[in-house]
């Protein structure tokens, strides 16, 4: 291959996002308080604990139910289907607070930051005129945007693709395909980095991504396994010597 693109992950990859029981609950609260602002009266009746209960047990049966097809539903139909249909909420507070509340799950739900790295590797790479993109699989339409915002570091990527607009998410080859199509690079000449060798590796390898690296994440889960990648590193910084390589 002759490197001409290299995509990142989000999650784990460019951003560190570990978050705590207390967190949750907080950004469940402010959905609630949200929806019930919206016209949401059923859940006036609904203590904190039991709505926080009942949104992420919703959450986990919508991330089984995808796990097989690799779909990502978009988050107006996720919560109309798995969270508020359960107290007969109307349709329209879904179609009209779902994104809303999907970005409150993905910002106020976990602790958040840049990896203190990510900004100087990717102006080192951006001096080299490697483009850059993201592969995220995510659930809200604007985390990924607001947060890449907020660290400094918008100006470096396009594309940005998002499950949630895209339908799919990874390990599915088609996103990654899409991604590189609307590059315009062959996806034989682009290069994938993430932490998730399940849905990063496999996926970008399955697609036929020239080449895929592995940056280690304190919080994967142990379990979770996929093919050996290219290269393997601890720092985004280290990517430099390797796209020299590739060049």
Known sequence: MKLKMIFFDFGGTLDVYPSDKAQKARASAKVKRMLEEAGAHPLKDVSESEFEKTLFDGLSAY????KEDCIELPPEEIFERFILNKYGIEKRISDEFGEKAAFIIETDGYHRSARPEAK?????LRAKNIP???ISNIISRGQVPYSLESYGLTEYFNPVILSAT???RKPHPGIFRHACEKAGVDIRDAMYVGNSPSKDIDGAKNAGMGKTVLIEYFDNDPHDTGAQADFTIKDLRELIPIAEELL
């Open 63 to 66: 991330y089984s139910w995808r």
């Open 120 to 124: 100087e590797a990717m102006e080192m």
């Open 132 to 134: 850059l993109g993201i």
């Open 166 to 168: 895209y339908g799919k």
